[in-house]
């Protein structure tokens, strides 16, 4: 893998740059669309993500291209409708698990459902069986207006600190605005990361910028 990608960020469609650049990372950890724009919520808020959870590739072969370029543990953030789908086009290649993510201060999203708003699910697939470590994260949800689906650093720190070593490569397709890759660098892991909106990308390199300082 040429050292041009490694500690990079890419503002191109994820699909696009697997298929065009040969590269290995370590480990994927990503949070992927969740697809679920707009949905109906018995009007306590409005479920609305906007173009940040529109899902843009096809999940099938966005799993063979990521399986094609991880070595050892895939994290991925998705939504309860996306479990299926995902568990099958990795369980051939990977040992293939549920990890939940259980939040200590839910908002309400639908009040006939409350516990929907307390959780979200994580494909983890990896090469070798992992044993002996819990898959359920407790940690509060973040408040941060930056992008609406981000994941707290609190959460990232402990997969990375767990499943991950110092100097690893960590590939992050659909970056939002950077939190993988800002607690990548918190950890000294090495990163590669897209993220096709223009606007999230330029908040990206900021912070990157920033954490250089």
């Known amino acids: 893998m040429g050292n041009n990608i490694i500690n990079s960020v890419f503002n191109v469609d994820c699909i696009d740059f697997m298929k065009k650049n040969e590269f290995t990372c370590n480990h994927v950890i990503t949070d992927i ?4 724009v ?5 009007g306590i808020r409005k479920f609305d993500k906007a173009n940040a959870d529109i899902l843009t590739f096809n999940l099938s072969a966005f799993c063979d291209l990521i399986k094609s370029v991880v070595t050892e543990n895939i994290f991925i953030f998705c939504s309860t409708e996306q479990i299926t789908e995902l568990a099958k086009n990795l369980e051939e290649d990977f040992i293939v698990k549920l990890a939940i993510w259980e939040k200590t201060n839910p908002s309400p999203v639908n009040g006939q459902y409350f516990w929907l708003s307390g959780i979200e699910c994580c494909i983890v697939a990896s090469k070798q069986e992992i044993k002996d470590i819990d898959l359920i994260f407790t940690t509060p949800a973040g408040r941060s207006k930056e992008h609406p689906t981000e994941k ?7 997969i990375i600190t767990k499943f991950t070593k110092e100097n690893d490569i960590i590939y992050d397709p659909c970056a ?3 939190s993988h890759i800002i607690s990548a660098i918190r950890n000294k892991r ?3 990361g ?4 223009n606007e999230y990308y330029n908040l990206i390199i900021k912070k990157i910028e920033i954490e250089k300082l």
Do not use: A, M
């Open 194 to 197: 897209n993220e096709i909106f």
């Open 176 to 178: 939002g605005s950077g």
């Open 190 to 192: 090495r990163f590669i």
């Open 38 to 42: 707009s949905r109906e919520t018995g």
């Open 152 to 158: 707290p650093p609190k959460l990232l720190d402990q």
């Open 33 to 36: 669309p969740y697809n679920v």
